[in-house]
């Protein structure tokens, strides 16, 4: 009974932890500010990467479609425009990426919150069983103890 109230456990535990696609370690318990951080920072470089892979099909798009005389006047504007536009852009996706952040550290604290508690079970249901195996042997090696004990007080026959 308790071997598969064991396993049942255990696999409870794993399916959760594959469900949510997070690895948890026993070791890696990140509060919310370091979570927030590397968070935060590779959503920094994602947005880079998408504003400048945005902004380079865009002037590929404008020069390709648009005859335009270029002249220092126009790439200075077209500079200045592409950094205002990277800073906003930043801005607003650093913005809506954090609050996906937040919400990610709160289903991360309760999933591992939950693998704490079923494992504080799994080991409560180990302790048990070491305590009856234990008991068990025990009596086993009580009943050894008589039965050799009884044997020897008997006369030989």
């Not at 800073?87 to 289903?107: A, C, H, N, P």
């Not at 991360?108 to 302790?127: A, F, G, P, T």
């Not at 234990?134 to 009884?150: A, I, L, M, P």
Request: proline share 1%.
């Amino acid at each position: 009974m308790i071997d598969t109230e064991r396993v049942k456990k255990m696999t409870q535990m794993a399916l959760r932890e594959k469900k949510s696609g997070i690895r948890l370690d026993s070791f890696d318990d990140p509060d919310r500010k370091d979570f927030i951080s590397f968070y935060g920072v590779r959503s920094f470089f994602r947005a880079t990467i998408i504003y400048i892979v945005a902004l380079f099909l865009i002037l590929v798009f404008v020069f390709s479609t648009v005859t335009v005389q270029v002249s220092r006047l126009y790439i200075m504007i077209t500079l200045f425009a592409a950094i205002i536009g990277y800073l906003f852009f930043l801005l607003f996706y650093s913005g809506v990426s954090r609050k996906k952040t937040i919400k990610r550290f709160e289903t991360y604290q309760n999933i591992v919150k939950e693998q704490r508690n079923d494992l504080k079970i799994l080991e409560e249901i180990y302790e048990k069983e070491e305590r009856e195996s234990h008991g068990q042997q025990v009596k086993t090696d009580r009943n050894e103890w008589d039965e050799d004990r009884f044997s020897d007080s008997q006369p030989h026959q």
